[in-house]
């Protein structure tokens, strides 16, 4: 059984799962489906479009599958997807998808702190903490574990790997390689997110392999050349991701 405040507005098309509670002035548009166990604690839109996992916890002013702040966006059906355990605090904003990819997708246990907004099509992986009043433009890819601290800035089009670090504040139009820690202004690489990775469970070994890449690639005049460099270091699934993130980046890799 659903607990739905009597000063709550669902529309009757909306699908609810069970176990759900839905705090006073919330609204719940139709062609919106959510599972069970998800908490909205109050004044929360979710908009048509909207298809949300289990166990949620949605803070006052969230707006969810917003119509996308894109001026090509036509009215046509698109979604926003959105896992699993995820912790989206006050004012956030997630615009679904628009003709380009047709979803925005949201993993599962992020952490999105308030006033943060997620542009249409961009895709969040997993355990992702991405700080107050960030900005994430269209179609940005941000990996699984990646740490953003508050007030950054993203370009549309980039990707973000797994297990970086952004310091707060940053400005960046180009795509941001896994495992590394980016701050200062202009932003730039800044090493390994050393911390992070332990925490992680990251081996010295690991650790210590992943650095070596990265002073190879940082320190070529030739990326190609770096890039054969780094395969000569050995088999590593770490090795292959930094490898293909790179080779496939269309935004450039940010500089060292």
């Given at each position: 059984?659903?607990?739905?405040?009597p000063?709550?507005?669902?529309?009757?098309?909306?699908?609810?799962?069970?176990?759900?509670?839905?705090?006073?002035?919330?609204?719940?548009?139709?062609?919106?489906?959510?599972?069970?166990?998800?908490?909205?604690?109050?004044?929360?839109?979710?908009?048509?479009?909207?298809?949300?996992?289990?166990?949620?916890?949605?803070?006052?002013?969230?707006?969810?599958?917003?119509?996308?702040?894109?001026?090509k966006?036509?009215?046509?059906?698109?979604?926003?997807?959105i896992?699993?355990?995820?912790?989206?605090?006050?004012n956030?904003?997630?615009?679904?998808?628009?003709?380009?990819?047709?979803?925005?997708?949201?993993?599962?246990?992020?952490?999105?702190?308030?006033?943060?907004?997620?542009?249409?099509?961009?895709?969040?992986?997993?355990?992702?903490?991405?700080?107050?009043?960030?900005?994430?433009?269209?179609?940005?890819?941000?990996?699984?574990?990646?740490?953003?601290?508050?007030?950054?800035?993203?370009?549309?089009?980039?990707?973000?790997?797994?297990?970086?670090?952004?310091q707060?504040?940053?400005?960046?139009?180009?795509?941001?390689?896994?495992?590394?820690?980016?701050?200062?202004?202009?932003?730039?690489?800044?090493g390994?997110?050393?911390?992070?990775?332990?925490?992680?469970?990251?081996?010295?070994?690991?650790?210590?392999?992943?650095?070596?890449?990265?002073?190879?690639?940082?320190?070529?005049?030739?990326?190609?050349?770096?890039?054969?460099?780094?395969?000569?270091?050995?088999?590593?699934?770490?090795?292959?991701?930094?490898?293909?993130?790179?080779?496939?980046?269309?935004?450039?890799?940010?500089?060292?």
């Amino acid at each position: 059984m659903n607990n739905i405040h009597p000063l709550a507005v669902v529309h009757p098309d909306a699908k609810l799962g069970d176990g759900n509670i839905i705090g006073p002035f919330c609204v719940i548009d139709g062609d919106v489906e959510i599972g069970d166990n998800n908490r909205l604690l109050s004044h929360v839109t979710l908009h048509q479009g909207l298809r949300m996992g289990n166990g949620n916890e949605v803070f006052p002013g969230a707006s969810l599958a917003t119509k996308p702040q894109d001026l090509k966006y036509k009215g046509e059906r698109t979604y926003c997807i959105i896992g699993d355990n995820n912790s989206i605090r006050e004012n956030v904003t997630i615009s679904r998808g628009t003709a380009s990819k047709g979803k925005t997708v949201i993993g599962n246990g992020n952490l999105m702190m308030e006033d943060m907004h997620i542009a249409h099509d961009c895709v969040v992986g997993d355990e992702c903490v991405i700080g107050a009043s960030t900005k994430v433009a269209g179609e940005i890819t941000i990996d699984s574990y990646a740490i953003i601290s508050a007030c950054v800035l993203f370009h549309q089009f980039m990707r973000i790997g797994s297990y970086v670090m952004v310091q707060g504040g940053c400005r960046l139009p180009m795509d941001i390689p896994p495992f590394v820690t980016i701050g200062k202004e202009p932003a730039r690489y800044c090493g390994l997110n050393i911390v992070g990775l332990r925490r992680r469970g990251f081996s010295e070994e690991r650790i210590n392999l992943i650095h070596d890449a990265y002073r190879i690639y940082y320190s070529a005049a030739i990326k190609n050349d770096a890039l054969n460099e780094i395969r000569a270091l050995g088999a590593s699934p770490d090795l292959d991701y930094i490898i293909t993130f790179i080779e496939n980046s269309k935004r450039g890799i940010i500089r060292g």
